[in-house]
C-alpha cells in the first residue's frame, strides 16, 4: 500500500537520492546529466500533486563550467513538500532575485540540485578555494 502511494507522487524517489558526488564528478559529468553552472532566480512556479507541493524556480544560466550544453533559462527543483513525499523536505531556498552556483543532476525536466554543494552567491563572487576545485587550473591566490 505504501509503495502505491510512493509510485503516485510528482516526484520519482531516485531523483531525491543523489548520492554523494565530487565537485569534480559535476564538473565532468556532461554525458551523465551533471551540471555546475551560475544562474539568476528569475521566477518560481509551483504545482501540487496528490498532496505534494513541487516549487520550481526559473533560473537564467550567466556562466556554466564543464563542458554542459545548458539553455538560456531552466527551471531548477526548489522545493518539495508534504503529501506521502520520498524526498522529505527539501529546500534550496532560492529566491527571485538571487544568484545561485548550482551542482545539481538533470533531467527531461528539471535541474535536481546538490543541496549540500550548491550555494547563494554573494553580489556574484564565488569564493576562490570552491572556484579553484572547479576550475584547477586557475593560478592561486598569494
Not at 84 to 93: H, T, Y
Given at each position: 500500500m505504501i509503495m502505491v502511494a510512493l509510485l503516485a507522487c510528482a516526484v520519482p524517489a531516485s531523483a531525491c537520492d543523489i548520492t554523494p558526488i565530487t565537485i569534480a564528478d559535476y564538473v565532468h559529468g556532461a554525458a551523465n546529466g551533471r551540471v555546475v553552472f551560475v544562474g539568476g532566480v528569475v521566477s518560481p512556479a509551483a504545482q501540487k500533486t496528490d498532496g505534494v507541493l513541487i516549487e520550481d524556480v526559473t533560473v537564467r544560466v550567466v556562466r556554466v563550467f564543464g563542458k554542459s550544453n545548458l539553455p538560456p533559462t531552466l527551471p531548477v527543483l526548489n522545493r518539495v513538500s508534504g503529501g506521502?513525499?520520498?524526498?522529505?523536505?527539501?529546500?534550496?531556498?532560492a529566491r527571485t532575485g538571487d544568484q545561485w552556483l548550482i551542482f545539481g543532476q538533470r533531467d527531461a525536466q528539471r535541474v535536481y540540485p546538490d543541496l549540500q554543494l550548491s550555494r547563494k552567491l554573494v553580489n556574484g563572487h564565488i569564493d576562490q578555494l570552491l572556484l579553484r576545485q572547479i576550475m584547477p587550473s586557475l593560478p592561486s591566490a598569494k
Open positions: 506521502m513525499n520520498p524526498c522529505g523536505m527539501r529546500d534550496l531556498s
